[in-house]
């Protein structure tokens, strides 16, 4: 595994969560995929997705968790904010509603995950614009305020969309290079790929997982 | 014979012919001599005229009397002289006559002999002939039926071995078509999401030929079977339940036939024919009322075939709710259908708009649900409704989208809104789609123990992964398998459940993850 192709020093956890219909899992599958899909069913639970990217030269994978939006599904979906080391937190700029939601989504984020989690604000169907709800500014004021990096997405085009998963991981990597991320931690939502966290002691010939 | 008689008739006619001449001569000669008589007189040579002899004598003095005397025995003797030669002609004739008959006789004697000759010739070919001729034929009908019995028996025995080597096809067939429909696979590949899979077959176009000439056969018997061309043309396949399918990929196209090849063969045998014919006879039998028995576990377990399928599933959960329906009334679901809405505006609108975002989210790919103006859609939307007007303690459970969709391809949209209020008052406790899914999350917890317990390779595989087995079954139970399994096997599950309970489920759950069980 050490010089395979697809080799990466880590992995990050990411969630993405925001209100039902935002478009949570057509940014996720705009990311791994590079394709809009359309024609999608809504999610039940969560849903999951990985791709390799390069931040510094070093690789990284990403293992992404897609939730459902539905209020009822919090209760199921907050299990996965433990240990997660980025969170894309979504609202759809042309549904006010889903932008009102935010604080909660938030309160949430903050709660269940560590301090040191890498929050994102994305606005999505940024090409809807003639049906516009929410101006940018408000959402880069809301942004600011809660110390957020915030930027507007289409799943759809593509816009964007690369950039606020990088600048994510970009955000991570550096908390690690500066220390600030303690990866000894187990809810850090970074693992280096080469301690596997279930190393039974001298044991050298534990099985790399390959998720 | 009439050759000789009328021979014979010529002749007397002839001689009368010539005894008339006489008789004339005499009476032109003697007009006198009346009295004679040729036929008494017999022969004319020994003719005597007493009159002439006695009047020459007695007349003898007399020289004029001598004259005339000598002029009479002049004429007498030409007359004489004449009879003799008419005797002779006659004579001629007669000996003429006699040599006609007797060659007539002998004639007719040959023809006789002729006749009888010929007779007998025919009767000496004809039995000789036809004896040995039938001595050849029946001896060609005992050589040809015995060669037919062989050929008979030898028939028997290749029919037979036709019959064993077309069992031997059709399962070959099934088994290759299976075979091919296993060589899906998750690339287990870093760069991919897990939606991504591949079919890998070997051998150039073989098997895309083998697959379509078998589809080609399978189709001129079920016509709705899908083609390639509609299936890699970009303009999609429609199967029977609605839902589209197009392949970018070759391969992929082709394990899709595969499987639906499959299915096609599986539905042609008599194992399942029968099937067929056992729920035909339990249908009838049981006039629409299941007793939860070993029978009725039997056939459903077995699957409920598809031309039964509304009928036993409606009668399945009228069974269920048959007492909620005494009790709110018979005009009760269309009721809730034309109700303006509930006392809780807020609450009924924030389900309104949760239902409208899944609408066009539950089967996007089936050509009941694609657009807002599908009639599917429109009957989605109206019992997903009337289910929250009903149950607002519950309301809107996203996964409720995928079972009334599910229902709705098979039942009318009052039948799919009793099956909800079964599913989530009946069947399920009443928390299990409330809102924090409290019901379905204790279900989670109780599967995580059993797969512990019975799959402890797999518990312990996922532990080492760090994934929660609810990340990947949570769904199972609120959508009842709808993403879980092939469409074809879903009705199944859902059949399986319909009598039980939620053990059934969970059964289901712990085969379907068994197969990822990596073994001992
Ligand atoms: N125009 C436009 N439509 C989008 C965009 N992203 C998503 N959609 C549409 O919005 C709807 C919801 O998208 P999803 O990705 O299913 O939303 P979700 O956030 O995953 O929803 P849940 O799974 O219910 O939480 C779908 O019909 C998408 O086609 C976008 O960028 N532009
Ligand atoms: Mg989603």
Redesign the interface.
Known sequence: MAAGPYNYSYIFKYIIIGDMGVGKSCLLHQFTEKKFMADCPHTIGVEFGTRIIEVSGQKIKLQIWDTAGQERFRAVTRSYYRGAAGALMVYDITRRSTYNHLSSWLTDARNLTNPNTVIFLIGNKSDLDAQRDVTYEEAKAFADENGLTFLECSAKTGENVEDAFLETARKIYQNIQDGSLDLNQADSGVQPKQLPRTTPAGGGDAKQCNC | LSVVDDADIAETRQSRYYQNEIRNWLNRHQPGMDTFDIHSQGDLSTYTCPELLSKSNNSAQSSQQSSLVGDRIESNLQLTEEVRQFREKEHGYQQELQRLNQKNQRLIVEIEQLKQLSQNRDQVLDKNYLLTRNRFLNSEVVRLSSKWQDEQSQYVQLSRRVIDLEAQLDQFKQQYVYLLQSCIRIP?????????VEVKLFGGDVHKKRVCQLLDEARRIDPTLPTFDSLTSGNSHVDLYGFRHSYAEESLALHYICTQLHQHYQSQLTAQQQHRHRWKLYLAQSKNIFINNKETRALVRNGIPSAYRSTVWRCLIHQQVVDYKVKYGKYYYRNLCSSQGSADVEFSTVHQ??IM??LL?????NVHF?SPTCKGVNQLQTVLRAYCLHNSTIGY???MN?IAGTCLLFLSPEDTFWFLVALTEKYFVSSY??????GA?ADQEVLKDLVAHMLPGLAEHL??????L??VT??WF??LFF?AVPFQLNPIAFNAIKPYQTEVEIAVQIGLLAISEPPP
């Open positions: 287990v590949c870093e760069r991919h999401s897990v939606e991504l708009k949760q975002l899944d989210r539950t089967m996007p790919n694609s459970c996203q996964g995928f789609f409330d809102n924090s899914l409290t999350q532990e080492k992964c760090d994934i929660d609810a990340t949570l769904n609120l959508a993403d």
